[in-house]
């Protein structure tokens, strides 16, 4: 996924690939540029989670150059960070930044003398803050950087060394912002990392991630909603656990990285959980918050995977009752030890992401059918569209005026299969 963001007419064009991290990271640098006088500019901010990813990068930024040919192009991410000297190949780049280069201010003062590759080593990376952004334009929805980088080294995985060590942004540091936020008119906060259930481990005392959001339901009562982005299934601590059952503000979805359903296949993707763990932790959370509902990332045609292990993981999307998958076909990414074990087709990794999606397409369904004839809560995110807290999307009349980023009561009459379609009451 791109997005291409830009505040006034002649700020720099921000194109930002990858993750959620990636958006809010963007935000900041967007400033950065700005009070360095960059108009003009276009910042490519990369992701390197597949060989596909790069790619996508390159074009990008060659796209670029061929709209923009006097403007400076500056690549930021994690595939810059990971392999700089290939993008200081590329004519059409005048600046790499890194990782931690680009959340630094002064790294975006530009002279005759500053190195054009400006990317340092992120695995000396120890400490976070806040960035204090107030919202991200007219979003319903704002992203914050909660935690950064992994200390784990799953073996189909690039990220840690894009993003170095897991590290945590303070907990009064970040109700402070998502109290700025909220008092920005905000309804919903999505506290976003690399690693979430990993926040806390380098913090005095190593509080898990269930104190830093009970501090901000505590801290700022006027935030209608709470959202955590991606978490490691298993990793959930008992805190957290009594937030999900007992606070209605922390939405009932939980986006989980289950990657597969077969326990040889998560041992050698050096996961941290077996399939029967993930099994038993949705069946808790159910139990816990009936409404809750999960979203998982799945990698199809694994290294060794045979068609008996992938047959796990198409069981496990009704056993865990996913609702929304991101299923990824395997792709090496070349310094990883999965892209040295002994490979899959990648037409047979292809056709089973395929199989995959399609059980996914019905649990959606059964996910979308047990909403008809209720009512809900919608957040508008546009005219028109909306999603209830537990992420489903909604389809509103879109002739009646409804403010962006309003919480409106909805009646659910229908839905087509991919969102439901919703009357405002
Ligand atoms: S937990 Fe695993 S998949 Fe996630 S960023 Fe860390 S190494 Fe990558």
Redesign the pocket.
């Known amino acids: 996924m791109s997005t291409l963001a830009k505040s006034k007419a002649n700020d720099a064009k921000i194109i930002t690939l990858g993750c959620r991290l990636n958006t809010f990271e963007s935000e900041v640098m967007g400033r950065h540029a700005r009070k360095a006088g960059l108009d003009g500019a276009v910042i490519v901010n990369t992701c390197a989670v597949t060989g596909e990813a790069v790619r996508r990068a390159r074009q990008s930024i060659r796209r670029a150059r061929r709209e923009n040919p006097d403007a400076k192009v500056i690549v930021t991410g994690c595939a810059a960070q990971v392999d700089a000297d290939m993008f200081a190949a590329m004519d059409e780049v005048d600046h790499v930044l890194g990782n931690a280069e680009k959340m630094n201010a002064r790294s975006w003062s530009f002279t005759k003398t500053t190195p054009r590759v400006q990317v340092g080593d992120i695995q000396s990376e120890h400490k976070i803050h806040a960035h204090n952004i107030e919202r991200f334009g007219s979003r319903a929805r704002t992203y914050i950087e909660v935690q950064n980088g992994?200390d784990?080294?799953?073996t189909?995985?690039i990220?840690?060394f894009g993003?170095g060590p897991a590290r945590s942004v303070p907990v009064d540091e970040v109700v402070a912002q998502v109290k700025k936020i909220a008092d920005n008119g905000v309804a919903e906060v999505v506290l976003s990392g690399?690693?979430m259930t990993s926040w806390g481990k380098d913090l005095p005392g190593t509080p898990p991630l269930g104190a830093l959001v009970g501090a901000i339901l505590r801290g700022v009562p006027t935030l209608p909603r709470l959202r955590l982005s991606s978490i490691?299934a298993i990793m959930i601590d008992d805190e957290l656990m009594a937030l999900v059952r007992d606070e209605e503000r922390l939405t009932p979805y939980l986006h989980l990285?289950l990657?597969s359903g077969d326990n040889m296949i998560l041992k050698r993707m050096?996961?941290r959980h077996s399939r029967e763990e993930a099994i038993e932790l949705c069946a808790k959370l159910k139990s816990a918050r009936p409404g809750i509902a999960f979203g998982a990332d799945f990698i199809a045609g694994f290294p060794t995977e045979t068609e008996t292990m992938f047959e796990n993981t198409l069981k496990m999307v009704e056993e865990c009752d996913l609702s929304y998958l991101h299923v990824f076909p395997f792709s090496p990414r070349t310094g990883t030890p999965a892209a040295r074990m002994p490979a899959v087709p990648p037409a047979i990794a292809k056709e089973r992401a395929g199989r995959l999606r399609v059980t996914g397409g019905q649990a959606l369904c059964r996910h979308l059918e047990r909403h008809v004839d209720t009512k809900g809560d919608v957040l508008v995110e546009k005219q028109g569209f909306g999603r209830l807290a537990d992420f489903t999307p909604v389809k509103l009349d879109d002739t009646l005026p409804v403010r962006v980023g309003a919480i409106i009561p909805v009646k659910i009459n229908a839905h087509d299969g991919e969102k439901l379609i919703g009357q405002i009451i």
């Open positions: 992994c784990h080294r799953c189909f995985c990220i840690p993003r690399v690693d490691d990285s990657q050096k996961r």
